[in-house]
């Protein structure tokens, strides 16, 4: 029990499990396939050897992996010897992404493919919403706290 809250797991416990059995004897499906998988990391013809093999190794050993803990990363693009890819989920939010990154996520892709010579993270317009409202959020609760 969380005093703050009032709220109790036994009395919680009995209508949860009721909507997750509704939920399944509805006969709905789990999963919706109708639902589009992210082709980020889809390999086409035009892609070059070191493009083709830093996405199959984002598929097969590094998305994975991060996907385990809620999040995701997206192949947005390979200059210069550079892999840009954009964090998603719980990965945007993640204090400790960067480590994941640059120790995680660029040492594989230099162990296995020498032309990497980096990794960059991409941000773009929704991310930066993200934090300006977040930030918004904080000043708001310290007002409040104050």
């Given amino acids: 029990k969380h005093d703050d809250d009032g709220c109790e797991w036994k009395i919680m416990k009995p209508e949860i499990f009721a909507t997750i059995m509704d939920f399944f004897n509805s006969g709905l499906p789990i999963i919706n396939a109708d639902v589009e998988t992210l082709g980020a990391t889809e390999i ?6 070191t493009v083709a093999m830093i996405k199959e190794l984002l598929d097969t050993r590094i998305r994975p992996t991060v996907q385990e803990d809620g999040g ?9 010897g550079v892999v840009k890819l954009k964090m998603q989920g719980s990965c945007t939010s993640c204090p400790s992404s960067i480590v994941t ?19 960059e993270q991409i941000f773009d ?8 409202e977040l930030k918004k959020l ?3 609760l310290k ?3 104050d």
């Fill in 44 to 49: 086409y013809d035009d892609d070059d050897d």
């Fill in 72 to 80: 995701d990363i997206v192949y947005m693009g390979f200059d210069d």
């Fill in 101 to 119: 990154l640059k120790n995680g996520v660029q040492n594989m892709l230099q162990f296995y493919i020498p032309e990497v010579v980096a990794v």
């Fill in 125 to 132: 317009a929704a991310d930066d919403m993200q934090v300006n």
């Fill in 138 to 140: 904080e000043e708001k």
């Fill in 143 to 145: 007002k409040e706290d």
